[in-house]
């Protein structure tokens, strides 16, 4: 975790830019909500659920998690939630939690699904990201684009879904396809290595998972996408943000030792508006990208309201203007913003969500 030794100046400079992060935010949610409610919770540390490789000896990796525990793994209630509306589909997926805050064991190689085959066993995540991936309603014989994939859990968990019988070379014939992107040079190697890590060689072999470098934000780009413009039926934005949560687990950890934190140092007010010129792109790019008729999710891990409802009131008002120029342009944008009426478990997912004005937000501590 980035950090530097405290002076006198960098600690009135580090101060300084607190105290500005915290106003920003009770700007936001108000002063009673935020420090009283949000700041606490995102000061807390991060509960990782482990999703299980259904591509490799699921029992194996289970029998591991809890080998030497003295807590027990327990099913997420909000992938039961998932199921009560998708079915076989979100059946696919095993995801665990402990009944502690401890963590998950690294990921091992098991058995997988070919003869002299071997994958690894699990992926310890925020669960948010697996019920992001998991709303996507991901089904086989879909073309799914994963635009910002790095590291890969999300990748992991659509591939889970695209090839729910993948079993053998002749079974995988349901012309799924699932192209995985990033354009950062490095951040794109592992992007790759963990898909080919967690993944049936088969996959690659057939092209039916391809990762990608490629720069979602420029405006042709979607022309250098392997299916091009309307190509795809479903595609997740997991856009880069400002990840508060990240800023402050650096800013407390680094306190603690009498340091002082990058990430909060140098935060600033713009950081949010210059994302979501970055956001905007994207999500354009995004429904360019997709078919008429195919679903774009569009998640964030920011609990700034620029960087969400505001991305897509943007985003809105720019497609109004192209269409206006563009008078062969007839498609329009419809914003699910009712998540939660679409949802049969409505109680449950309401202990970890609220709906704003485009979206819903999730917090699961």
Known sequence: MPSIKATK????????????FHAYYVKIWGEERWHNSLFPALSQSTRYCALINQFGNASETMSFLQEGADDQLKEEDCLQCLRQNMGESAGKLSVVTR??????????????????????????????????????????RDRVLDMCAAPGGKSIVLAQLLFPTLK?????????????????????????SNLQAYLPKILFANKAVEALQLDGSTKTVVNELPLGEGGYDKVLLDAPCSSERHIVHAYLAARSSGRIADEMA????????????TQGALLMTTLKAV??????????????????????????????????KNHNREWQIQVDRQLEDRLEAKATLDKFSETTKHETEIVIG
């Open 266 to 277: 140098n935060w600033k007010p713009s950081h949010s508006k210059k994302l979501a010129k």
């Open 168 to 192: 053998s070379d002749e079974e995988n014939d349901q012309k799924s396809i699932l192209h995985s992107n990033e354009y950062d040079s490095m951040r794109c190697k592992r992007l790759t």
């Open 99 to 140: 009944s502690s805050d401890k963590t998950f064991p690294r990921a091992r190689l098991v058995e997988g699904l070919h003869p002299e085959e071997t994958v690894l066993s699990h992926w310890a995540l925020d669960f948010a990201s697996v019920l992001a991936a998991s709303i996507l309603n991901v089904e086989p």
């Open 9 to 20: 100046v960098l600690q009135k400079r580090s101060d300084a830019a607190l105290e500005s």
């Open 291 to 324: 078919k008429i008729g195919g679903s774009v999710l569009y998640a964030t891990c920011s609990i700034s309201i620029e960087e969400n409802d505001g991305v897509i009131e943007a985003t809105l008002d720019a497609l109004g203007r192209e269409q206006d």
